[in-house]
Nanobody, 126 residues
Framework: QVRLVESGGRLVQAGASLRLSCSVY????????VGWFRQTPGNKREFIGA????????YRAEAFKDRFAVSGDGVNRMAYLRIFDVTPEDTALYLC???????????????????WGQGTQVTVSS
């Protein structure tokens, strides 16, 4: 069983930067990926970006290439999402999810990930 725990979400003012963390616990494949999504009430989970280990790779959705950065530490089983220059439109629940690399077809779809954290709330005030 894989368990993920997000942290770092908080109330911030527009223009600030944030780093969200995702801790991965439990037994994973040697080759796995952690994706970041965000969700607002009544909307689907929106893919932001992901990184994989073995092979090492990072990728982001086009809409998030300007102010979002994905990184990670495979040794310590951590994934990070940095958000720069936040705006009120970034207010959302941010979630991380894990999947084995071989099970991913695109890596961009929520349905491809089988383990999810509870999320960490980011609220941006104007």
């Amino acid at each position: 069983q894989v368990r993920l725990v997000e942290s770092g979400g908080r109330l911030v003012q527009a223009g600030a930067s944030l780093r969200l963390s995702c801790s991965v616990y439990g037994r994973t494949s040697d080759s796995y990926a952690v994706g970041w999504f965000r969700q607002t009430p009544g909307n689907k989970r929106e893919f932001i970006g992901a990184m994989s280990w073995n092979p090492d790779n990072t990728y982001r959705a086009e809409a998030f290439k300007d102010r979002f950065a994905v990184s990670g530490d495979g040794v310590n089983r951590m994934a990070y999402l940095r958000i720069f220059d936040v705006t009120p439109e970034d207010t959302a629940l941010y979630l991380c999810a894990a999947a084995t690399v071989r099970s991913l077809k695109t890596g961009y779809l929520a349905d491809e990930y089988d383990s999810w954290g509870q999320g960490t709330q980011v609220t941006v005030s104007s």
